[in-house]
């Protein structure tokens, strides 16, 4: 999805070469296409923290991945698992997003809500701080990428799929 911020006639008139690259949608004037990637990546963030989370505990409580599922089925993030389970079955989640950018736009994302006056108190703010700190890196572990520790919370070769301990499990280079 490419978010294309200008007047609707440039953006118009550009929509060949952008649907080379994606599905583009106009959100609005200049700067609203940067506004509306903050937007999605705030959401996103939250989202895929919550999911692994949620993996991560009901490893850590005894549940089993499929009992895991089935609850998470249940749930708002009902379409994020069933989209991302073969990845956490399967222990391969495909390289997506670099965590350093998505700590750039968790910085951003911070920095453009304090700009405008608006005061995040879940989301942008805990993803922020939780991407500095080196929570979510210690939750995504060594995969480096954003999406690959949602398949390893719980993935093949993590005893009785349990959680990662608090001190951020294993690392491992490469």
């Known amino acids: 999805m490419i978010f294309a911020g200008g007047p609707g006639t440039l953006v118009e008139r550009v929509q060949p070469v952008l649907s080379v690259l994606g599905?583009?949608?106009h959100v609005g004037g200049p700067g609203a296409?940067?506004?509306?990637?903050?937007?999605?990546n705030a959401a996103l963030f939250g989202t895929l923290g919550t999911l692994s989370e949620a993996l991560a505990l009901a490893g850590g409580l005894g549940l089993s991945r499929e009992d895991a599922f089935k609850v998470l089925a249940a749930t708002p993030l009902a379409a994020q698992a069933?989209?991302?389970?073969?990845?956490?079955e399967s222990g391969r989640d495909p390289p997506r997003f670099p965590l350093r950018l998505a700590s750039k736009d968790a910085r951003l994302i911070g920095?453009?809500?304090?700009?405008?006056g608006v005061d995040l108190r879940v989301s942008p703010r805990q993803s922020a701080q939780a991407w500095e700190t080196g929570t979510i890196r210690r939750c995504w572990k060594w995969s480096g990428t954003l999406t690959a520790g949602i398949g390893r919370a719980m993935g093949p070769g993590r005893p009785g799929g349990r959680a990662l301990p608090a001190s951020g499990g294993p690392t491992t280079t490469g």
Request: positive net charge; charged residues 20%; glycine residues 4%.
């Open 23 to 25: 599905s583009a949608v």
């Open 82 to 88: 069933e989209r991302r389970r073969p990845a956490v």
């Open 33 to 40: 296409g940067a506004a509306a990637k903050l937007v999605a």
């Open 111 to 116: 920095s453009a809500a304090a700009a405008a």
